[in-house]
């Protein structure tokens, strides 16, 4: 259904909003930035600014739904004959690889990275939302399985394959806020990756394999 012009304007003032409040984030830190301020530049009332984004840290987190829902995305669309880790595993080496943003491996990303450092608030919400990927990913496991809602399984499983995504993400937050070259870190983060999977068991590895139709 084509988008009507109501909705279409409602989606450009919220990304107009979000846009502007990054801009005010990430020049005065998110802690001094008030959301009467964001609502000045961004040239509408402080009520509207809340009716999109209730509060502050959603403002600054406001794409975070693609991030909660990732992992357990890759694992819906694996290949015929893949299991969940290895989709995962795939997905990251080809994000890593292209030397995608999507991963943080862009300039200006230790900047993001040093805004949640310095405020309580969002470095809380950061562990919220890493707590909802695992939940994501463990519904996704057992709907996928087949599991039943006593088997413990799928949120082991979820635990491990969230390792990789976590690990990855870490380390490449950690590399970019030292100011590296995205190129470089992104060929270190692919040995890492490798070295992540000789870790995991076999167990991990053919854990919910696609069948062939």
Not at 103 to 123: N, Q, S, T
Not at 161 to 171: A, D, K, P, R, Y
Not at 179 to 190: G, Y
């Amino acid at each position: 259904m084509a988008e009507g012009l109501r909705e279409r304007k409602k989606r450009e003032t919220r990304q107009r909003i979000s846009d502007i409040a990054t801009g005010l984030f990430l020049e005065h830190g998110f802690v001094t930035v008030t959301m009467a301020e964001v609502a000045d530049a961004a040239d509408v009332s402080v009520n509207t600014v809340y009716n999109y984004f209730p509060a502050k840290e959603d403002l600054f987190f406001d794409r975070s739904r693609g991030v909660v829902d990732r992992l357990s995305r890759w694992v819906r669309g694996r290949r015929v004959g893949e299991s969940a880790a290895v989709a995962v595993l795939r997905e990251l080496r080809e994000e890593v690889e292209a030397v995608s943003p999507r991963v943080g491996l862009m300039e200006g990303y230790d900047r993001f990275m040093r805004v949640i450092h310095d405020a309580p608030a969002l470095r809380s919400r950061l562990w919220s939302l890493q707590q909802e990927v695992h939940d994501d990913l463990e519904a996704a496991l057992r709907e996928e399985t087949g599991a039943d809602p006593d088997d413990p399984t799928p949120g082991l499983m979820a635990g491990q394959i969230g390792w990789l995504h976590q690990t990855v993400m870490s380390e490449i937050s950690r590399e970019m806020m030292a100011c590296r070259d995205p190129a470089e870190v992104s060929r270190e983060v692919l040995a890492l990756l490798d070295g992540m999977e000789d870790l995991l068991s076999e167990k991990v590895l053919n854990y919910a394999v696609r069948a062939a139709e």
